[in-house]
């Protein structure tokens, strides 16, 4: 059975005219295929919303429509007519805005220049007339329900910002096929259900959109029919009560729910961290374990048990009793760059705390106070530089740039770029801290890839986590903690969810 049969099309609302029609879209760039075959239909007053992995081709796709991109081969169809060599002026005159989700705006330009970029109003005499370009930007802004001051640099604003000033640019014109790609990634909750009010206005006047997402909560708030891509294809059209999230994952990453956890078999070697009578803050009072090269070691806790102290006070982060041996000696870790020393790296559930956003990839992986390398000499630059390549290419952290700084990535590539800082500073023991917190499933399932390479490398894993499956997926053994202390410890056989949750409560 082909997939495409185990995920029919839904029907589409009944009556509303085809606005757009793609057949058998396909884009070759050198070397990659990055879409072999696209056909969707759009409909007027519709919220298609768009889901896959990264990588998927869901920008391609949308750069295709935008006449970015030229596509290899296929149709598109606007409003009943085919168009051939479209171009952005082309796109746009066809009312086909695209919201980009890395941004297209000049940083260095102002707010309003932004918005009004290529139809600066004038005056009588043809000047530009400054007073109603800023008008017009913050009414621009203002229908999004934010105000942003027009003359700001845009460079200079915060990343949420920029990306209101996207949305507002791109409908500033009216278009009436909108694509938004990954509009809500920097959003907080209140600006994106503003952003969803406009969105519900523009469907009552007709305008179709496609909305690519990686947040499955929104297909309720907004979708009205839900297709996913994987891997250059269209897996499926379903329904919004069809889409839950079992079935949105296993048609984004072709597999079920149990196969995202890659478990490699690993034998497990010698100790590599024994910690005796762990006890820090107002929670943790006792902990003991040994973890072991090769081993995932697993920590649950409902809140309050203990568990969120343990990563800080390995870390040096917060004042601990208790002893630590690494690889057979005693340590004192009294700050992280005593941890670091020792082989340590932390991978912290808030990835702002590691990760400095207006840099690059190659400045976060060798942060002064994180490294101890010399950053001066020459050759030391031209390593760094091949190491950045090949951390970028191995951990496959897109986009694949030296050059944009790590604000603009997802969670899940932030998060590649925290690892791959630990293994470049050797760390040999790796403590992951609520690792998924805040990242979308494609991504998820990349960092449980990676944590199984890692212990194959012989790396050691210490995994503290509330998500019961993700440890059932991953860990060798879990320590469930209840009251600071260790109340159990469960073998892989073990591991289940009554289980776990029994001893922890
Ligand atoms: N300009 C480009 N040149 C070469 N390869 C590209 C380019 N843009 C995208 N790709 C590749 O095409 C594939 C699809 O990428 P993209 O459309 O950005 O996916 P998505 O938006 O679903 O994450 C990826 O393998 C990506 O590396
Ligand atoms: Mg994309």
């Given at each position: 059975m082909t997939a495409t049969a185990l995920h029919p099309s839904a029907a589409p609302p009944a009556g509303a005219p085809v606005l757009l029609r793609l057949e058998s879209i396909e884009k070759t760039f050198v070397g990659v295929k990055a879409l072999k075959g696209v056909s969707l239909e759009l409909l007027a007053g519709e919220v298609q919303m768009l889901l896959g992995e990264n990588g998927a081709g869901k920008s391609t796709l949308m750069k295709i429509l935008a006449g970015e991109y030229t596509p290899s081969a296929g149709r598109i169809v606007v409003r009943g007519h085919e168009v051939a060599g479209l171009t952005p002026d082309s796109a746009k005159a066809l009312g086909i805005g695209l919201i980009h989700q890395e941004l297209s705006l000049?940083?260095?330009?102002?707010v309003a220049e932004n918005i009004c970029l290529g139809r600066m109003p004038t005056n009588r005499f043809g000047q530009i007339d400054w007073k109603r370009a800023h008008e017009l930007a913050a009414e621009a802004v203002g229908r999004l329900g934010v105000a942003i001051?027009?003359?700001?640099?845009v460079g200079r604003l915060q990343i949420a910002e920029q990306q209101l000033v996207e949305i507002a640019r791109v409908l500033e014109w009216n278009p009436e096929i909108l694509l938004l790609d990954?509009?809500?990634?920097?959003?907080s909750d209140a600006e994106r259900e503003r952003l969803f009010a406009v969105i519900r206005r523009l469907k009552d006047r007709g305008v179709g959109m496609i909305y690519i997402s990686h947040?499955?909560?929104?297909i309720p708030m907004i979708a009205d029919r839900v297709t996913v891509l994987r891997d250059g294809s269209v897996v499926g059209t379903i329904l919004p009560d069809e889409a839950d999230e079992e079935r949105c994952i296993s048609m984004m990453v072709g597999r079920s729910l149990e196969d995202q956890f890659p478990k490699p078999a690993v034998s497990k070697g010698a100790p590599a961290l024994e910690v005796a009578g762990l006890a820090a803050g107002k929670t943790l009072q006792d902990l003991s374990f040994t973890l072991h090269q090769g081993e995932i070691l697993g920590i649950f806790g409902l809140m309050?048990?203990?568990?969120?102290e343990v990563a800080a006070a390995l870390f040096g982060l917060q004042k601990s009793r208790g002893r630590i041996r690494i690889n057979g000696q005693d340590r004192a870790i009294r700050t992280p760059a005593d941890a670091i020393a020792q082989g340590l790296g932390l991978l912290t559930r808030d990835r702002r705390q590691s990760l400095?956003?207006?840099?690059?990839v190659g400045p976060n992986l060798s942060l002064p106070w994180l490294s101890n390398?010399?950053?001066?000499?020459a050759l030391q630059h031209r390593r760094e530089g091949e190491e950045v390549q090949r951390y970028i290419a191995d951990l496959k952290i897109?986009?694949?740039?030296?050059?944009?700084?790590?604000?603009?990535?997802s969670g899940g590539n932030q998060q590649k770029v925290i690892l791959a800082r630990w293994m470049s500073s050797g760390a040999g023991i790796l403590v992951f801290d609520?690792?998924?917190?805040?990242?979308?499933v494609g991504a998820k399932a990349d960092v449980f890839t990676l944590m199984g390479d890692l212990v194959q490398r012989g790396m050691s894993v210490l995994m503290i986590s509330s998500e019961l499956n993700e440890l059932i997926g991953m860990a060798d053994r879990v320590l469930v903690m209840r009251g600071g202390r260790v109340s159990a410890e469960l073998g892989r056989h073990e591991l289940n969810q009554e289980a776990l949750l029994r001893h922890a409560s």
């Open positions: 000049v940083p260095a330009l102002s001051d027009p003359g700001a640099e990954e509009p809500t990634s920097a959003l947040h499955l909560a929104e309050g048990a203990g568990q969120e400095v956003p207006m840099l690059t390398r010399s950053p001066w000499s897109r986009p694949a740039t030296t050059t944009t700084p790590v604000r603009f990535y609520e690792p998924t917190r805040g990242i979308d």
